[in-house]
């Protein structure tokens, strides 16, 4: 286990404003989720500012469904939106109850200007802070490598798309 956020890059033919409006919309983050575990958005209009939240439903096959409030964390428009995500209902056992309590793990992108018409997009996942059986879970966040990937793929078409 490394011990460091992970993190995907990819280039997008799209200017930072359209990547970020897609971003910062909770009820579009199904349509670009490469995990496959985002349901839908429990109603939240695009989020604005640092301090915002947003609930989503999701599902896995260890726990079913339930439900993720995010803290947004940091924001800058089109350049860098960031949530700690923590667990709103669900079943879970008594090591896990820990997982409830935020700034334990973080969803983050990073948006740069490539061109006049393309933005690097970087997606980091950072769960240093989190407790060692979530670690373990996640093996330090290289679970979540090849759904980033997949992510950044289904961003890049839906700004094509619009």
């Known amino acids: 286990m490394t011990g460091e956020p992970v ?7 799209a200017p930072a404003g359209v990547v970020f409006a897609i971003l910062a919309d909770p009820a579009r983050h199904p349509d670009i989720d490469g995990s496959g575990m985002l349901m839908r958005a429990v109603w939240r209009p695009p989020v604005g500012r640092v301090g915002d939240t947003f609930t989503m439903l999701m599902r896995n096959d260890e726990m079913g469904y339930y439900e993720i409030t995010n803290y947004v964390v940091e924001y800058v428009a089109d350049q860098r939106i960031a949530w700690e995500p923590s667990l709103t209902n ?10 409830g309590s935020r700034n334990q793990h973080q969803w983050s992108y990073q948006l740069t200007p490539d061109g006049p018409d393309g933005t690097l997009v ?3 996942y950072d769960c240093t802070r989190s407790p ?27 700004c094509s798309s619009t």
């Open 122 to 124: 970087t997606e980091t």
């Open 90 to 99: 669900a079943s879970r056992t008594e090591d896990q109850e820990d997982i």
């Open 132 to 158: 060692d059986w979530l670690r373990k879970a996640v093996k330090d966040g290289e679970r979540w490598v090849a759904a980033m990937t997949a992510t950044l793929e289904k961003l890049e078409q839906r």
């Open 7 to 13: 993190s995907v890059s990819r280039r997008i033919g």
